[in-house]
């Protein structure tokens, strides 16, 4: 079982260009987020659905915006990205919203010059 | 506003024991979760406590005051491998996740 893959694993992105972050999990699990890590700060949640059809704002979800079309993939796109944007992006899955755990993708490093 | 704190860095030595704190100010309480990080990987899933006590699983060992607002995860038989950054959430009145910055443990031979 693949769990859960992300794509590209890396990017280096010159600013003001969009990109979409692609996400895909086998688990069958309701509940999907992306969250961006930076040095220092702890994880941040930056949109997240608990399921198909539904998505939310988390934390810091200004210049991404997602989509979920089905159980199994939930993209991230940036618009029109900007340098602040540069961090490890991290795709989970959880099975509910209750209080299950959050499983984590291998994550995507993105540069934005 | 929510807070997570836990140290930035700790060192130990191969084969003692460490304790790692995790204390939190949340805007509701509905469990608390400690992930295991390695550098350049995903975070993993290693304890989880809703209910005051102590967790124990292994090696590790979590606890949690409800009433302090205070977790810890204890780590026995320091191995090389367990050099990593171990990451503290709380799961809040929303039902996300909030995180702290993480604390990275350096274990020296």
């Known amino acids: 079982t693949a769990g859960i893959t992300q794509a590209p694993t890396s990017q280096i992105l010159a600013a003001g260009r969009s990109m979409t972050l692609r996400c895909t999990q086998d688990?069958?699990?309701?509940?999907m987020y992306w969250y961006r890590q930076d040095l220092g700060l702890g994880l941040r949640l930056i949109h997240y659905s608990n399921t198909a059809g539904t998505t939310g704002k988390g934390e810091v979800p200004d210049g991404y915006s997602v989509s979920r079309a089905n159980t199994d993939d939930f993209p991230l796109t940036l618009a029109s990205a900007v340098p602040s944007q540069t961090s490890v992006y991290f795709c989970?899955?959880?099975?509910?919203?209750?209080?299950?755990?959050?499983?984590f993708g291998p994550g995507t490093r993105l540069l934005v010059l | 506003g929510q807070n997570i704190d836990q140290p930035t860095e700790m060192t130990a030595t191969e084969g003692a024991i460490v304790q790692i704190n995790c204390t939190y100010q949340?805007?509701?309480?509905?469990?608390l979760f400690w992930y295991q990080q390695h550098a350049g990987e995903a975070p993993t899933f290693l304890s989880y406590?809703?209910l005051d006590g102590l967790e124990e699983k292994g090696r590790f060992s979590s606890f949690l005051s409800r009433s302090k607002g205070y977790s810890y995860l204890l780590l026995k038989e320091l191995q090389m491998k367990d050099s990593a950054s171990y990451l503290c959430a709380v799961r809040d009145s929303n039902y996300q996740l909030i995180w702290g910055a993480g604390t990275k443990l350096i274990i020296k031979p």
């Open positions: 688990m069958r699990h309701n509940a």
């Open positions: 949340t805007s509701g309480f509905n469990g």
């Open positions: 406590n809703v």
């Open positions: 989970a899955s959880s099975e509910g919203t209750g209080q299950e755990t959050q499983y």
